[in-house]
């Protein structure tokens, strides 16, 4: 966008749907060399806070609570603060990176892992964009035991991915399968349907 509209302002906006969609800033400059976008400050008046890297935000812009749903209330919601179930972290000057979902973290083998980590390792390696990893195989007990990667199909074979990237990240990180789709399977919001993936697999139990 910047090579084709070099006089014009890039902002990057985020904030969930229960704070009315956009709650912080980030104005993008042709410095920027981090290849992840922050998301900002938060706008005038709306407050943020970290709680075990979880953003949790409270202002005007946040809803009181979801329509008749007490219980849904109850874990959504402490004392004012709605948590997002954002992953974030500060940079030097304050503003927040983005790091993934607190349901995005799998635990293997012992070691906490991001799925959007492996996502972008495998991005890096393939040069393919269009990347989702899901937990598989899952035991009897909802134990992540390993992550299954799918992409669009390409070129590369599932052997090529697999020695190239284990070069790069500890074996937990691993993929223990890779599938190749024509298209991802999409939810009725138009997303990708996770759930649809995790049955493609053959270690996942629903």
């Known amino acids: 966008w910047h090579q084709a509209a070099p006089l014009s302002k890039i902002f990057n906006l985020y904030g969930p749907t229960e704070a009315t969609v956009g709650f912080t800033v980030y104005e993008w400059q042709a410095i920027d060399t981090d290849p992840i976008v922050k998301i900002g400050k938060p706008f005038p008046y709306q407050e943020i806070k970290l709680v075990r890297s979880e953003l949790y935000v409270r202002g005007s812009q946040v809803v009181a609570g979801y329509w008749q749903s007490p219980e849904l209330n109850a874990r959504k919601f402490v004392k004012g603060w709605y948590k997002t179930g954002d992953l974030v972290a500060f940079d030097q000057s304050n503003n927040l990176i ?3 979902r607190t349901d995005d973290q799998y635990q293997i ?7 959007i980590d492996i996502e972008n390792t495998l991005k890096k390696a393939t040069g393919i964009d269009s990347i989702v990893v899901v937990p598989s195989p ?3 007990h909802g134990r992540v035991l390993g992550v299954a990667a799918f992409m669009l199909k390409n070129p590369l074979t599932a052997r090529d991915i697999l020695k190239k990237i284990r070069s790069q990240v500890p074996s937990y990180m691993v993929p223990t399968a890779i599938y190749f789709l024509d298209n991802f399977p999409l939810n009725r ?3 990708v349907d996770y759930l649809a993936l995790k ?4 270690g996942f139990k629903a």
């Open 109 to 115: 083998k012992g070691y906490r892992v991001e799925k």
């Open 138 to 140: 899952v035991d009897e």
């Open 189 to 191: 919001n138009g997303k």
């Open 199 to 202: 049955s493609k697999t053959l």
């Open 98 to 100: 983005y790091h993934g």
